[in-house]
């Protein structure tokens, strides 16, 4: 289950839905977001378009997505310490769910290994949501994984990773940048 943020938010597996942390703006209802439904001829996408983009103000919300729980709390407590607000989930399946929940992420940070949905898979899965709602998120998706060859490299590009960071991350400067680089 995606596990709730230490400043109080939460992803609610069962009724997809996220919540900012109390006292943050209600920015998340504008958001852009693709929701997935099933149907009878398979999935079909719902586009809900923004009416405004995030206000510049508000704290930037990252998911940290890994199977294990070391390397989970471990980059929690970095991007805490940054001053991120954090969501974490163990899957790619459950990626999948919180980045098409109405929770506005300002980036993803996933490993590419994981049972039973790997982050390559994931990432897959949340760029051709993104195409068939006719719309491109503005979804970072930052590989973290121990494997850093340049065929996992390409690998990461390949499947639409945003940009890929070896394991261990020992920087929280380095994150922070990371993160940041890609935000409008």
């Known amino acids: 289950a995606v596990e709730e943020s230490k400043k109080g938010g939460s992803f609610d597996l069962e009724q997809g839905r996220g919540r900012r942390p109390s006292g943050s703006s209600t920015a998340a209802s504008n958001s ?7 149907s009878e001829g398979g ?9 405004a983009p995030i206000a510049g103000g508000d704290q930037i919300r990252v ?11 471990m980059l929690k407590a970095m991007l805490e ?9 163990v899957n790619g399946k459950e990626m999948v769910l919180a980045a098409t929940s ?7 940070l996933t ?17 051709a949501l993104e195409k068939a709602g006719g719309v491109t998120l503005p979804l970072t998706i930052i590989g973290i994984t121990g494997a850093t060859s340049p065929e996992e490299v390409q690998r990461g590009k390949d499947v639409g990773m ?23």
Do not use: C, H
């Open 32 to 38: 852009p977001r693709v929701q997935p439904k099933n």
């Open 43 to 51: 999935l079909t996408v719902e586009v809900v378009r923004p009416a």
């Open 63 to 73: 998911l940290v997505v890994d199977d294990d729980a070391g390397q989970r709390l």
């Open 81 to 89: 310490r940054e001053g991120f607000a954090v969501d974490t989930a």
């Open 102 to 108: 109405s929770t506005v992420y300002g980036a993803i």
């Open 111 to 127: 490993d590419g290994f994981m049972p039973i949905l790997t982050g390559w898979d994931a990432t897959l899965q949340i760029r």
């Open 162 to 184: 945003t940009d890929l960071l070896p394991k261990p991350v020992s920087s929280r400067e380095l994150l922070r940048k990371t993160i940041l680089k890609y935000l409008p």
